[in-house]
């Protein structure tokens, strides 16, 4: 009673941020448990389960979706935490001046909106033969989510005492067997931060899919989501129940992964 007397203050502050956060995904339920013909509210929950929604949802390109989306998004993670790994290794080192200039160029890289350059990008994809390919859109999800990559596992490396990689010379470990079997081993946790980070951007991705994804051959969650609007007709409530289920694999494995989550996140930060 005397803690919660002293941390009152955190619930009223956590209260109406529950609710702008929660609300959305109360409403999306809401209307993929609903009837097309229902008057009633959306901030009213239907009375009844109303699973038809479901079933159009499927016939369409969610399933689809789905196995793109995980085809993309798990390629797109393990080469962000490689090569931004691999990258940021020598940065957090090595304390040149060249580095401190690389590091904040990586920075700078940071706040560049991806579709301020997307027609350059887009005629760089078409020379490649990119478009509508899975290694064209696991590229540009790469690209953009290195920067976010190397600059967590940089300021995390710098924390490591670099007398573990002395000790690991002297016993004859390169540079190569250092970082895999000494520093890599100590990054799980912020490991964990960055591939759910850089996971859930390729999960939501919308802009890059739309303009890559062109086949009908190849698709990702939100692109299967938004084939239920349309210009003649569109279908929200099999929509909904599509971004129900597109939403349900990245929900289930935040939580499994929630307390590393949340322990790298709160070493990178002190560290």
């Not at 051959?217 to 084939?227: E, F, G, N, Q, W």
């Amino acid at each position: 009673m005397k803690t919660f007397k002293k941390t009152w203050w955190r619930y009223l502050i956590a209260i109406p941020i529950l609710f702008v956060y929660l609300t959305p995904f109360y409403i999306l339920l809401g209307v993929a448990f609903s009837m097309p013909a229902d008057p009633s509210s959306r901030w009213m929950f239907p009375g009844y389960l109303y699973l038809e929604n479901f079933r159009v949802a499927m016939l369409g390109r969610i399933g689809q979706g789905i196995i793109g989306s995980l085809i993309i998004t798990v390629s797109s993670v393990v080469l962000i935490v490689v090569i931004g790994a691999l990258a940021a290794y020598p940065l957090a080192r090595n304390k040149s001046r060249l580095n401190k200039f690389v590091r904040l160029f990586v920075l700078g890289v940071m706040m560049v909106p991806p579709l301020s350059i997307l027609v350059p990008i887009y005629r760089v994809m078409i020379t490649l033969n990119a478009i509508s390919t899975y290694q064209g859109i696991i590229v540009l999800l790469v690209t953009f989510s290195l920067p976010l990559s190397i600059f967590i596992f940089s300021n995390f490396i710098s924390s490591i005492p670099a007398a573990l990689d002395e000790a690991a010379h002297i016993d004859g470990c390169g540079p190569l067997r250092t970082f895999f079997f000494i520093i890599m081993p100590q990054l799980v946790p912020v490991t964990t931060s960055v591939a759910i980070l850089t996971g859930v951007a390729a999960w939501n991705d919308y802009q890059f899919s739309l303009y890559i994804l062109q086949a009908h051959r190849i698709t990702s969650v939100t692109l299967a989501v938004t084939d239920f609007f349309a210009q003649v007709g569109s279908n929200p409530f099999a929509a909904a129940a599509s971004a129900v289920l597109g939403v349900l694999p990245i929900i289930v494995i935040f939580l499994f992964l929630q307390r590393y989550f949340i322990k790298g996140m709160v070493d990178s930060a002190i560290k």
